[in-house]
């Protein structure tokens, strides 16, 4: 048998380790931890470049902060904001009422503006934009419409010589909010669509026989590049690897009837126009806007934030960064969203964030 | 006989039994514990499924942003239907092909390792096979994603169909390269090293009195492996080939990232996107967190519930073939 002649008894060793791990917890800690305070950022792959643009940026300016950004989707920056795993939960998709009702501390910001594009690979065509409708996209991705010459498509495209081959929809398999505003665009302008299928980060696809799923943006620009005849929804912050693989790009029919490519001024001529509707929790979709000038698919990128901070130097720390991310000379510079083909929010959208950041505490 | 006095007056030490019995009674228990999580998480996805969730091929998170009902005694989102046919199929026959592609190179690799190689290059060449079984799973996704993918759509795809396009399962559209097929090559790659490995190791135990013996009746090198060494290591093979199972039912990555991603329809030949269970799991979880009253995330875990169960079921298949198959063995 063991006798105790060893020189670190089992209980000291543990005891030592207990000091140890609460020391370290005393360093890590908000309140002795003046000099730096981890805040961590997940969610959203859109917005994870745009982050990944900002942090440096910003934590050279204010050394007390380091920020850990992590592209995970839209779902979990919602969940880890919620149960505090995560500071910031980064989202293209707003929170739902009842989310909200289960939820009243979370908050939704809005941080910037986004858009998305649908682009195609018909070889041979990839240089001209067909117009396309909410309507014909969505016969597109429920099988009604099979081939890229059929009537409802040669209709839109008068004059174009489409080719009669089987046309490939391309949707996300991960969840998405490209997918969320891409299913919006679809329910919104289309009441079959809206009834049957409906818009959400993933949808229950309708059968397409050769119906291809693809994981992030990334991939959707891979699968259509490789697939001819394909067609595939890719948001705008992709837009660069879209030009590199040659896909074309669709003017998109908006509710006043218009076929339009997004731009600085389309995107923020949607943007515009629902300025004013923006209720105080910032929870709209701003898809298929009115106006005859507005790109219809658009949306706010949200930060998801506890209000209820658990303590006081964090949520200081919260408000300062989100703040400076709002603001044109901060974050929303056009130096930063440029890159990303964001634009930035409209001075009212601005104020209505600020006043939801200095709710946390 | 030596160790054997030593280790029956260790046995005599009750702290040291016992702990024996503890440690050996960990992974049952284990096993045991994740499968009563995983019933009792997915209880309510049970109970609000029923058996449709195994015989529906439709899955729909519902409309996640209406406010949910009350349906079938539980809150729901409107719209909800969890049928998972179409991922079992897909699990089943992604599996299935890659053990049709990896059984026999798998067996040619390790025959030739085990005897048709000279000793000096057998130990280095056996070490890169069983490297092989250590890469991550998500190299051989990144690889099947860049270059096997394109590969099949333009060479391995039009190869098959003009060769074996007089089946039904062979015929038909190619597609983009993403699918079934290109599921199958990147699991059969990972899961070749493990069955090589395995009965390679044991090729080299096989008693060289059984290779003299079968020498001595004048078979020649090759019958000597076909007749005497292979029988000898049947157990060993269907053994490795359910390991080699295992992975392929349960890789993820790798899987996602080339199989297509089919939805709510099967697949119509061998070129098509399909979808497995355990890359399904995955690529919903975002979305099905979103899901306020957590059937999504509930109806995923009983998806891992029947995985589960699909694993059981064919290691005890597995377990009675091998059972069989040495009883009947003449060796």
Known sequence: MLKKTSRYPLHAVLGGAV??????????????????????ETGSTLLYPLFNLWVPAYTRSHPGVRINTQGTGSGTGISEAISGVAQIGASDAYMSNMQVKQNPAILNIPLAISAQTVNYNIPGLNRIHLKLSGPVLAGIYDGHIRYWNGPAITRLNPGVRLPHHLITPIHRTDGSGDTFIFSQYLSFSTPYWNSHVGYGTTISWP????????????????????????????????TKEVDRAHLGTALLKNRAGRFLLPSQKTVGA???????????????????????????????????????QRSAAMATALRQFLSWAVDTRGGNARSFLRQVRFIALPARISALSRKQIAKIH | MGPRPFFESLMKIRPFRIALVVVTSLIPLALLAILIFLARYSWPALTFNGW?????HTWSLGNLYADPIKQRGVLAPIGADYGILVFIVGTLLTSAFALAI???????????????????????????????????????GLWGYAVLTPLVAHTIGPGLRATLGFLPFFSGPIGSGYGLLAASIVLALMVVPIIAATVRDALAQVPSETKEAAYALGATHFEVVRRAMLPTVRGNIIGACILGLGRALGETMAVLMVSGGALNYFPGNIYSPVTTMASFIVSQLDSAMQDPTGMAVRSLAEIALILFIISVITNIIARLLTGTSRNASPV
């Open chain 1, 270 to 308: 949607a943007a515009a126009q629902l300025v004013n509707k923006t209720p105080v929790d910032e929870r709209i979709s701003l898809v298929f806007a009115p106006g005859a000038e507005s790109y219809p698919i658009i949306n706010y990128e949200y930060a998801i934030v506890n209000s209820d």
């Open chain 1, 207 to 238: 059968a397409v026989p050769g119906g291809l799923g693809a994981l992030g943006n990334p991939g959707m620009v891979q699968a259509a590049a490789q697939t001819p005849y394909s067609i595939a929804y890719i948001g705008v912050s992709f």
């Open chain 2, 102 to 140: 990896a059984i026999p190179i798998s067996l040619g690799v390790a025959v030739f390792l085990a005897e048709g190689l000279r000793s000096r290059l057998r130990t280095p060449l056996s070490f890169v096979v069983e490297l092989l079984a250590a890469v991550p799973s998500v190299v051989y």
């Open chain 2, 52 to 56: 449709h969730f195994l015989a529906g």
């Open chain 1, 19 to 40: 000091l140890a791990l609460a020391a370290a917890g005393i360093l890590s800690s908000p309140s002795a931890a003046a000099r730096t305070l981890s805040v961590t």
